[in-house]
């Protein structure tokens, strides 16, 4: 790493589908101003990379193999009131961008999306 460039911004990844969490950690990576810091397929392990590394941004499925993520991200919004927040779904519930909102997350895309649209809104939050 050139010393004179800024760091990686930090992302920490909460997917339960292994393939998954591994296309976006190596997607992150690719990236030179993004790094993935880790990730976890429940929501507890979420929290648990949270405490030992807090990430700039978070990109976190809705269904966890511990259940809901809403109440994990009310937690993790609550410990790190300054980190980016992204509903990361498969689920098409018109409802779920008010209820991720409401959680505390700044965002809300869904799976099918484009990776184009991912990466433009962690750098469009991350700002």
Request: aromatic share 2%; with cysteine.
């Amino acid at each position: 790493m050139n010393p004179s460039l800024p760091a990686p911004a930090t992302i920490a990844i909460g997917e339960n589908h292994p393939d998954l969490a591994l296309t976006l950690s190596v997607l992150i990576d690719l990236q030179d101003d993004l790094r993935c810091i880790g990730h976890a397929p429940t929501g507890s392990g979420l929290l648990a990379i949270a405490e030992r590394e807090p990430a700039d941004a978070y990109l976190v499925d809705l269904a966890l193999d511990d259940g809901s993520s809403v109440p994990m991200i009310q937690t993790l919004r609550s410990r790190q009131p300054a980190c980016v927040i992204i509903a990361f779904t498969g689920l098409g519930n018109p409802s779920l961008a008010e209820q991720c909102q409401r959680a505390g997350c700044d965002a809300t895309l869904e799976k099918n999306g484009s990776v184009t649209q991912l990466l433009e809104t962690l750098r469009g939050l991350l700002g």
